[in-house]
């Protein structure tokens, strides 16, 4: 079967603690995407990368960092920077080319106290 | 830079009826892509209907459509017959030629028997 998974599905770290949340597709999707979803709002973009080995920032990067070493994976690491980490995190791909919309994973949901 | 506005946090229809989700958009690009996604309590985001913003005809699919309005930079959604399964959050994104998506706040619906 084709897609995204996102593990693990909740997760809890103590404030001060890196943590990684990991994004596989099998899609051969060009594309990944990195967001964050807080109750009630819609979803910000953190980082993308259209190519491996190449990524951008988004409109929320503060704290975040990824990496894109092989196309099917784009980790996102949360790092003691990020002031507010709890959060819902869902990662998206897509193929290149503007016609294609984003497939999304099932999230994983962040809880840091 | 995209914007992407909802300005209904919430609407409320019954089974069978008709709702309609606006949706206005702001973007820089002459070629941009329109999208509406679905999120349902399991909080998997689900694509609904996307609209290419070069055609001029309304995109379809079964009973959602929508209605662009190039000129005023308007996507709305219209929901017929609604179903029980049609509760959800809904989410109106736009895309530019670089791949980047903006998401809209969202709208709330929920159906009622």
């Known amino acids: 079967d084709g897609g995204i998974t996102q593990s693990p599905k909740y997760l809890f770290r103590k404030e001060g603690q890196n943590v990684t949340l990991s994004c596989e597709q099998n899609l051969n999707h060009d594309a990944m995407y990195w967001y964050r979803q807080d109750p009630g709002q819609g979803l910000r973009l953190i980082y993308y990368?259209?190519?491996?080995?190449?990524?951008q920032k988004g409109d929320i990067a503060e704290g975040y960092s990824v990496s894109r070493e092989k196309k099917e994976s784009f980790p996102l690491t949360v790092t003691s920077a990020q002031k507010n980490p709890t959060a819902f995190y869902l990662c998206?791909?897509?193929?290149?080319?503007?016609?294609?919309?984003?497939?999304f994973g099932p999230g994983t949901r962040l809880t840091v106290t | 830079a995209q914007t992407v506005t909802q300005s209904q946090p919430e609407m409320s229809v019954q089974e069978a009826e008709t709702v309609t989700l606006s949706c206005t958009y702001d973007?820089?690009?002459?070629?941009?892509?329109l999208f509406w996604y679905k999120q349902p309590p399991s909080r998997q985001m689900i694509l609904v209907i996307r609209?290419?913003?070069?055609?001029?005809q309304n995109a379809t699919e079964n009973r959602f459509s929508v209605n662009f309005q190039k000129a005023a930079k308007s996507f709305s959604l219209k929901i017929s017959d609604s179903q029980l399964g049609d509760t959800a959050m809904y989410f109106c994104?736009?895309?530019?030629?670089?791949?980047?998506?903006?998401f809209g706040a969202g709208t709330q619906v929920v159906v009622t028997p």
């Open positions: 998206a791909s897509r193929f290149s080319g503007s016609t294609y919309e984003q497939y």
């Open positions: 990368s259209q190519i491996v080995n190449d990524f």
């Open positions: 994104a736009s895309t530019d030629s670089w791949g980047k998506f903006q």
């Open positions: 609209q290419e913003a070069y055609k001029q």
């Open positions: 973007t820089s690009e002459n070629n941009y892509y």
